[in-house]
């Protein structure tokens, strides 16, 4: 069963209150009401001793004229007389014939041979029950309200002041999340004028060099040319590289990314096959494991970025003569894994790796042309996925990464 919450804790309480109140209301005005008829019934029963004690001569005498005067008495004072003889029969009835009777409560007393009754209405007995009744209704109406204008009015409050609270808290979290914004813009702009610095350097250099005056061998042509080209070609993988992280952030804010049912098992071979001749250029043998197919709903250009990503970083930077890639599924997610038995990541460098721009062996930026931003952008294509990407240490060395996609995005 489970328990109220304290936001309604006030309202049952009120809610029994009330009930109590009702229910000690009924139960006292029943017990007004007997008390009331008790009185009556004795009040009635001292005047029906006091009237056959006053008639008795009147009646043994046929004293009618005392007898009217007494029963006109009485029924001013809202009490009807009645003389019954011995048989039972009417001798004399303050209420004449043919008008009709009230409800009433009688009292009977001998007198002499005779005997006399008072009846007293109900509804006059009833009269002071029924005034408490309407004052004890009034009163309970007037507190009732009371309470529920007071508790209405605390509710609104507390309703206030949770709105107030949400937004406060709205407006807290979008100014961490503009900060988060602004520190991200500020980080960005910074990395990459450091990104391109380098290579932008490199190529005014050389062009300055080919520009020069004074001629130059053609084998030292030759060796600027082939300078130039691997530093542009490095700007444009830099281009590249944040385009596709500008894209990853815009598909990810809009949720407009290609999500179609897709073969993982097909994406990966047909990167393996595409990077086989780099990885034998390296002396590096790849290795496949995939099911026959193996499918889920992602974007396939996006994968095979992901893929493509990890596969390369291993055939060039791991150090290792061979490089395992595997796909499995299970009831929940998809896996890819490209796993190495080279050098290794340190520890001090794991928690860092998926950071832009982040590069382990910094002289990798000049002799490889590695730009930073590959395994960001490979996390990133896993979040877009609902799914993450993990780094797990291989032995006796080496290293595995593991792209999964969660299981939400599969058929």
Not at 300 to 319: C, D, F
């Amino acid at each position: 069963m489970k328990l109220p919450t304290l936001d309604i804790l006030p309202s049952l309480f009120v809610a029994l209150g009330l009930f109590g109140a009702v229910a000690v209301f009924v139960s006292e005005t029943h017990s007004f009401r007997d008390a009331v008829f008790s009185w009556a019934r004795r009040d009635l029963e001292s005047r029906t001793e006091l009237a056959s004690s006053t008639l008795k001569e009147s009646v043994e005498t046929g004293d009618f004229r005392r007898i009217h005067e007494f029963g006109a008495d009485c029924s001013a004072k809202g009490v009807r007389l009645t003389v019954l003889s011995a048989p039972g029969g009417i001798v004399f009835d303050s209420v004449e014939r043919g008008i009709p009777q009230e409800e009433s409560i009688f009292v009977t007393r001998p007198c002499g041979e005779f005997r006399v009754r008072l009846g007293l209405p109900v509804s006059r007995v009833l009269a002071p029950y029924r005034r408490a009744r309407i004052g004890f209704l009034l009163a309970a109406i007037v507190g009732g309200t009371g309470v529920l204008s007071v508790l209405l009015f605390t509710f609104r409050q507390r309703a206030r002041m949770r709105e107030l609270a949400r937004e406060r808290d709205a407006q807290r979290r979008l100014v961490e999340e503009m900060q988060k914004v602004e520190s991200f813009r500020r980080d960005f702009i910074a990395d990459v004028s450091h990104e391109i610095k380098t290579p932008l350097t490199g190529i005014i250099g050389v062009v300055d060099l080919l520009a020069s005056p004074d001629g130059l061998p053609p084998e030292s042509r030759d060796r600027l040319l082939s300078m130039l080209k691997g530093e542009a070609e490095r700007l444009n993988g830099l281009a590249q590289g944040i385009l596709s992280l500008a894209r990853l952030e815009r598909d990810t804010a809009s949720g407009t990314a290609n999500f179609v049912t897709t073969d993982v098992s097909e994406i990966v071979r047909d990167i393996v096959e595409s990077l086989r001749v780099q990885a034998e250029e390296k002396g590096v043998t790849i290795g496949l494991s995939a099911p026959e197919a193996c499918v889920a709903v992602c974007d396939r250009q996006l994968i095979s970025s992901a893929v493509s990503n990890l596969v390369l970083n291993a055939i060039r930077h791991s150090g290792s003569d061979e490089v395992s890639v595997s796909v499995s599924s299970s009831r929940n997610s998809v896996s890819i894994a490209v796993e190495d038995h080279g050098v290794g990541i340190p520890p001090k460098d794991r928690d860092r790796v998926f950071d832009r721009f982040y590069r382990v062996d910094r002289s990798r930026d000049s002799g490889t042309g590695g730009t930073g931003l590959g395994l960001a952008i490979v996390r990133g294509i896993a979040l877009l996925h609902g799914g993450s990407v993990a780094l797990e240490d291989v032995k006796p060395s080496g290293c595995r990464f593991v792209l999964t996609m969660q299981s939400h995005n599969m058929v």
